[in-house]
C-alpha cells in the first residue's frame, strides 16, 4: 500500500527519476573504503590521520546502531603500530625549548651549566644534537679544573727536625698578641715555660692571655750564653775580625778549660735527663757538624738514638776506632760502610744485618788472599803486588771521600751505641775549633727544657705592616734558634685564637736538613710484618712513649705529635699557609 502511494505521487509530479534504497551494510562500505584511503593516504604522505575526524564520522553516523560498535572495532583493529605520531616526533626532535622540562634543568644545574647559555650555544648550533656524549664533550675542560671547593691539606703542620734560624708571619688580620709585654704577662710566660706548665689549657693563677703563652713559644735553654759572641749558627764569618781579636779564647788556656769544664757538666746533665726521658730531644751545634739527640719514643722509636751531620771519612774513622756501631741511611749503598780502610765493615744497628755483613768481609778478604796468590803464582813480584793493592785501597779512599759533607754523610745510632757516642763527643778535641773567631769556645747546647748551666734565651720578635700588590699584611718576624716544637706551638696558638688566615716563610741550617730527610734514621716500621700476624690485638707504638715521656715538658697534643711512628708525618718544609682550618706546605 505504501509503495504503491509512493509510485503514484511520483507519477503526479512527474518525475522521472526513480528512487532507490540503500542498506546499512552498503553505508559502512562505503565509510571503510574511505578510511582504507585517508590510511593509504596517511602513509605516502607520512601524516598521521586526524582522530577528530574519525570521531566526527562517528558522531554523523551515530543513527545507525551498528555503526558505534563497527566503527569502534574498525578503530581499535586497523589503528597501524608503524604509524608516525606527531607527538613523538616533537619529543625525538628536541628543540631548544626542550630545555625547560624540569628533569633537564635539574641536569644542568648539577652540572653546573647555564641553561640560557646552552640554549644560545645550541641554536647557534643546529647540526648538533643535545646528548649526554656532547654534553660530557663540552664539561671536559671544566672537569680538569681542581674544584675550589673541595679542600686541600692537612689539619697540622708535619714536624721538621731542621734547625732554622728565622720565620716571618704574614696575615690580613693583625695578630692577636704583639712583642711589647706586661710585667705579668712576661712572668707567666716564663713561669710556665720554666715549670713546663700548660697556662693556655689547664687551670692556673698565672696570666693566660696570648701575649702570654705567646712568649712562653719563644724561650729556650742554651749553652753556652757568652754575649760577645753569636753562637747560633755557628759560623765564624759574622764575627767581626776587631772583635774576635779582644775577646779570643785561643791565648788563655785557663778560659779555655773552664769553659770546657762548664760545658761538660752541661752536656752530661742534658744527656742524663735524656735517658730518664725528661727531655725530649736536644741539639749539639759544634764548627763543623750538628748532633741530634732524640729520647726513646720520639718517633715511635723504643730506644734513645742519635743523628749526627754532616761527616767525613778521617771522622768516621774515629767512629770505628772507638767502636762505635751506626749507620748511614742516606747513602744508596748503605749497607755496606767503608770508613776510609778497606779492612772496615758495615755495622747495623739489626745483630741479623750486622752477622750478613761480617760474613761478607771475610769473603772479600778471603777474595783478595786469593788474588795475591794467584799473582804470586804469575809469577808477579811482592813490589808490584804491593803497588797495586795501595793503589786500589786509595781508589777506595777516594771513593768514601765523595761523600764528605753532604747529606749522604748522615751517621745514625741507636741504643747503647748513643751512649758510646756521648763518650766520643765529650772528650772530642776536634769538636771545639782551635783557631778562627770561635777558638776555644765549645759547641752550642740548644733544648726545649732547663739542664745544668743552661741559660733562658727569648727569641727576638719584630712587628711590622708590609704591602703587596697594594694590599696589606701584618708581618710577625721571629729571629734565632727555632726548635722543632716552636711552630707547632704558635700554629695551635693562632687556632686557639680563630686566626682565619695566614701564611709562613722560614729560612732553614741548610747542614740540618738531613734529620729529616732521613725520617726515622733507617727504615724502620713500626710493627713488622711477623708481629703483625702474630698479635692479634696491637698497642699503637706511640703510646707507651707518651707515658714514658708524660714528665717532659710537652703537653699532650704536642707529644702525641712528636711521637707519632709515621714516617710520613716528618717533612722539610720551607713554608706553610693555613686557610680554611688546614695547612698546606712546600
Same mark, same amino acid.
Given at each position: ?51 577528530? &575526524? ?9 543513527g ?14 586497523? &589503528?597501524?603500530?608503524?604509524a ?42 643546529l647540526? +648538533? ?10 664539561? =671536559? ?41 706586661? %710585667? ?26 696570648? +701575649? ?42 785557663c ?14 746533665s ?9 727531655c725530649p ?72 744485618? %750486622? ?13 783478595? =788472599? ?19 793493592n ?11 771521600? =765523595? ?65 703587596v700588590?697594594n ?5 710577625? =718576624? ?55 700476624? +702474630? ?19 710537652? +703537653? ?6 712528636f ?13 706553610? &699557609? ?7 706546605w712546600?
Amino acid at each position: 500500500m505504501t509503495r504503491l502511494t509512493l509510485h503514484t505521487a511520483m507519477a503526479e509530479s512527474g518525475s522521472t527519476s526513480t528512487l532507490e534504497w540503500t542498506r546499512p551494510d552498503q553505508v559502512m562500505q562505503l565509510h571503510r573504503m574511505k578510511l582504507k584511503k585517508r590510511a593509504l593516504q596517511a602513509r605516502i604522505n607520512k601524516t598521521s590521520i586526524n582522530s577528530g &575526524k574519525v570521531q566526527c564520522i562517528a558522531t554523523n553516523l551515530d543513527g545507525f546502531n551498528p555503526s558505534n560498535s563497527v566503527l569502534q572495532h574498525v578503530s581499535q583493529k586497523r &589503528k597501524n603500530p608503524f604509524a608516525i605520531n606527531e607527538s613523538c616526533k616533537k619529543q625525538k626532535n628536541i628543540t631548544p625549548a626542550g630545555l625547560e622540562i624540569s628533569s633537564d634543568n635539574t641536569l644542568f644545574e648539577l652540572l653546573n651549566i647555564d641553561v640560557q647559555q646552552e640554549k644560545q650555544t645550541i641554536d647557534s648550533s643546529l647540526n +648538533n644534537s643535545l646528548t649526554f656524549a656532547n654534553v660530557l664533550s663540552k664539561l =671536559e675542560p671544566i672537569n680538569q679544573t681542581p674544584d675550589a671547593s673541595v679542600p686541600k691539606g692537612e689539619k697540622h703542620i708535619p714536624i721538621d727536625w731542621t734547625l732554622k734560624t728565622k720565620v716571618r708571619f704574614m696575615s690580613p688580620k693583625p695578630f692577636p698578641w704583639n712583642g711589647k709585654l706586661k %710585667t705579668s704577662e712576661e712572668a707567666s710566660g716564663t713561669t710556665g715555660f720554666v715549670r713546663c706548665l700548660d697556662i693556655g689549657e689547664k687551670e692556673t693563677t698565672l696570666d693566660t692571655s696570648l +701575649n702570654a703563652r705567646f712568649h712562653q713559644c719563644c724561650l729556650m735553654w742554651q749553652h753556652p750564653s757568652l754575649p760577645w759572641l753569636e753562637l747560633f749558627p755557628r759560623s765564624a764569618g759574622k764575627v767581626s775580625a776587631s772583635l774576635a781579636s779582644n775577646v779570643s779564647l785561643a791565648n788563655n788556656q785557663c778560659m779555655k778549660d773552664a769553659l770546657h769544664r762548664e760545658w761538660c757538666d752541661s752536656f752530661r746533665s742534658l744527656f742524663h735527663l735524656l735517658r730518664a726521658r725528661q727531655c725530649p730531644y736536644f741539639y749539639v751545634c759544634a764548627n763543623t757538624f750538628t748532633v741530634l739527640f732524640r729520647a726513646a719514643g720520639i718517633c715511635g722509636l723504643s730506644e734513645i738514638h742519635a743523628l749526627l751531620t754532616p761527616t767525613t771519612r778521617g771522622f768516621r774513622q774515629s767512629l770505628k776506632q772507638e767502636e762505635i756501631e751506626y749507620s748511614m741511611p742516606l747513602r744508596k749503598d748503605s749497607k755496606r760502610r767503608s770508613d776510609g780502610d778497606s779492612d772496615s765493615m758495615t755495622t747495623d744497628v739489626i745483630s741479623n744485618t %750486622t752477622n750478613h755483613q761480617q760474613d761478607d768481609y771475610e769473603e772479600e778478604e778471603e777474595e783478595e =788472599e786469593t788474588q795475591d796468590a794467584w799473582l804470586k803464582s804469575l809469577g808477579v813480584e811482592n813490589s808490584e803486588i804491593k803497588r797495586i793493592n795501595n793503589s786500589q785501597t786509595r781508589m777506595t779512599l777516594e771513593k768514601e771521600s =765523595e761523600i764528605d759533607n753532604l747529606k749522604q754523610s748522615l751517621v745514625f745510632v741507636k741504643g747503647v751505641e748513643t751512649q758510646a757516642l756521648f763518650n766520643f763527643l765529650i772528650n772530642c778535641k776536634s769538636a771545639t775549633a782551635a783557631t778562627g773567631a770561635l777558638a776555644g769556645v765549645p759547641p752550642t747546647l740548644l733544648a726545649p727544657t732547663a739542664f745544668h748551666g743552661a741559660t733562658l734565651k727569648a727569641l727576638k720578635v719584630r712587628e711590622s705592616v708590609v704591602r703587596v700588590d697594594n694590599d696589606r699584611y701584618y708581618s710577625l =718576624e721571629l729571629k734565632g734558634p727555632l726548635l722543632p716544637q716552636v711552630l707547632p706551638s704558635l700554629c695551635h696558638l693562632m687556632t686557639s685564637s680563630q686566626l682565619e688566615q695566614y701564611s709562613a716563610s722560614c729560612a732553614q741550617l741548610a747542614s740540618t736538613t738531613p734529620f729529616s730527610t732521613a725520617k726515622h734514621g733507617t727504615g724502620y716500621t713500626s710493627v713488622t710484618k711477623e708481629e703483625d700476624c +702474630n698479635n692479634v690485638t696491637k698497642v699503637p707504638p706511640n703510646v707507651f712513649g707518651q707515658e714514658n715521656l708524660s714528665d717532659c715538658g710537652f +703537653n699532650e697534643e704536642l707529644l702525641n705529635h712528636f711521637c707519632d711512628p709515621d714516617p710520613t708525618r716528618i717533612e722539610v718544609f720551607e713554608s706553610f &699557609k693555613f686557610f680554611n682550618g688546614l695547612y698546606t706546605w712546600s
